[in-house]
Nanobody, 128 residues
Framework: QVQLRESGGGLVQAGGSLRLSCAAS????????MGWFRQGPGKEREFVGA????????YYADSVKGRFIISRVNAENTVYLQMNSLKPEDTAVYSC?????????????????????WGQGTQVTVSS
């Protein structure tokens, strides 16, 4: 059974930092590209960033580019999201997702359909 478990969320003041983790089990982790998505209150789910199966490429939404960093450690089956210079508008439930590496993944990595498995999410709240 595939499981993705996020951790590291919490309450932080604007300008602060948090690091989210997502630990995967039940799959051959190095075969999967990983993504982060978020859903704020009253908003639709939106793409945050993604990293390829080997970690060589990262992609970011414009809203977080330059502030957030995605990394992964395949030996630990874990992907990280380092969030810096947080803003109140970053408040959301953050979820990680795993997408099997396919040649067409690069065409739609920012869309939910590119991912096969999802975590439950972790709440991030940024106070002003």
């Amino acid at each position: 059974q595939v499981q993705l478990r996020e951790s590291g969320g919490g309450l932080v003041q604007a300008g602060g930092s948090l690091r989210l983790s997502c630990a995967a089990s039940g799959l051959t982790y190095s075969n999967y590209n990983m993504g982060w998505f978020r859903q704020g209150p009253g908003k639709e789910r939106e793409f945050v960033g993604a990293i390829t199966w080997g970690g060589s490429r990262q992609y970011y939404a414009d809203s977080v580019k330059g502030r957030f960093i995605i990394s992964r450690v395949n030996a630990e089956n874990t992907v990280y999201l380092q969030m810096n210079s947080l803003k109140p508008e970053d408040t959301a439930v953050y979820s990680c997702a795993a997408g099997l590496k396919r040649s067409d993944w690069f065409s739609y990595y920012s869309r939910g359909a590119a991912y096969d498995y999802w975590g439950q999410g972790t709440q991030v709240t940024v106070s002003s």
